[in-house]
């Protein structure tokens, strides 16, 4: 029912999904993070980064989703950018995914570094082409 909510109404959605996220059990903190992509314009930036920042990797790596929606916000960039170095790989990888969604080129350099051979290799060349082709500065 909420997943319904949130497509269609999803100012109504949202007092429901924001307690979620500080949810004690991990996998609801996840999901919410996930959500919060879909219901983007109306969440505080706070709330992303923090998710984007949570104990649990699965969570910080869902959150990078909602972060690459507030595009030119400093923060945001600077979440992805530091997530390029979590200690978990997934988190890594949904980080290099999410700058090439951020549209910002200041990623190409940063991508880059990982071109020669390093695990986020697809996925840097994927989003530098993604970045290149945007025409955004």
Do not use: C
Request: charged share 25%; proline share 4%.
């Amino acid at each position: 029912m909420i997943f319904t909510l949130i497509r269609t109404q999803p100012d109504e959605a949202l007092p429901y999904l924001l307690p979620l996220a500080d949810s004690p059990d991990a996998k609801i903190r996840e999901n919410a993070a996930w959500t919060l992509a879909v219901v983007k314009p109306r969440v505080d930036a706070k709330l992303a980064e923090k998710l984007a920042m949570d104990e649990d990797a699965d969570v910080r790596a869902s959150a990078l989703g909602a972060v690459a929606h507030f595009k030119g916000q400093a923060w945001a960039f600077e979440t992805l950018v530091k997530a390029l170095d979590d200690p978990v790989r997934n988190v890594r990888v949904w980080a290099a995914i999410n700058l090439g969604h951020f549209n910002d080129k200041r990623a190409i350099d940063i991508l880059s570094k990982y071109l020669n051979g390093s695990e986020l290799q697809r996925y840097a060349q994927d989003s530098i082409k993604q970045l290149q082709s945007s025409g955004k500065d």
